[in-house]
């Protein structure tokens, strides 16, 4: 982030259960703080997204990721492709950790993953300690928001805290692949 000054803001906001927005490669995501069950909650209803469709977590580093992660079902074959994506903008798709909430993982027992590039996301993480929630800022079924002032617009007071900093430049969200098979589920 730029302006360093909004960093403990945000954080504060992450802390207390709030609802952030902030930039990503692409596109504005939502986020919150993953063991926070009602920021999660909040999160989901914001969005109007059911929680039966599983949320992505966005980290600095793999290591952040690894209590969601169930890591000894990750076959050596596969790691080679994992690892060599990140950081970047693929999101993974692996097996979720026994005690993964279910407010995360949704209907499913896997854990959609990704270790960011964006400086002020890899920020966030770093202060925070951990990964955050990571979904695109819009209405479920609608268009993602592509401004901070049309994302005021959109979500006013229902977010604790706006990250105005650029988007990381890719034009499309994350691709998404299966971390066992390969295939690719968003290109």
């Avoid at 360093?4 to 802390?15: F, H, R, V």
């Avoid at 229902?158 to 589920?185: R, W």
Wanted: hydrophobic share 35%.
């Amino acid at each position: 982030m730029s302006d360093l000054s909004t960093l403990p803001t945000a954080i504060s906001c992450l802390e207390q259960g709030d609802v952030i927005l902030y930039p990503t490669e692409a596109v504005y995501g939502l986020g919150c703080d993953p063991d926070n069950q009602q920021a999660v909650d909040k999160l989901l209803e914001i969005k109007q997204r059911p929680v039966e469709k599983g949320l992505i977590l966005i980290a600095d580093n793999y290591g952040q990721l690894l209590k969601y992660v169930d890591d000894v079902k990750l076959p050596m074959d596969k790691r080679a492709d994992i690892f060599s994506s990140w950081p970047g903008a693929i999101t993974w798709v692996m097996p979720a950790a026994k005690n993964t909430p279910k407010w995360l993982t949704g209907q499913f027992d896997t854990i959609a993953v990704r270790v960011t590039n964006h400086p002020s996301v890899k920020r966030l993480c770093q202060k925070l300690g951990k990964p955050l929630v990571s979904t695109s800022a819009n209405l479920t079924g609608q268009p993602t928001v592509t401004s901070i002032e049309q994302a005021k617009q959109q979500f006013a007071e229902q977010v604790g805290f706006y990250v105005d900093e650029p988007l990381g430049g890719n034009t499309q969200p994350s691709t998404i692949k299966d971390a066992m098979t390969g295939k690719v589920f968003r290109g």
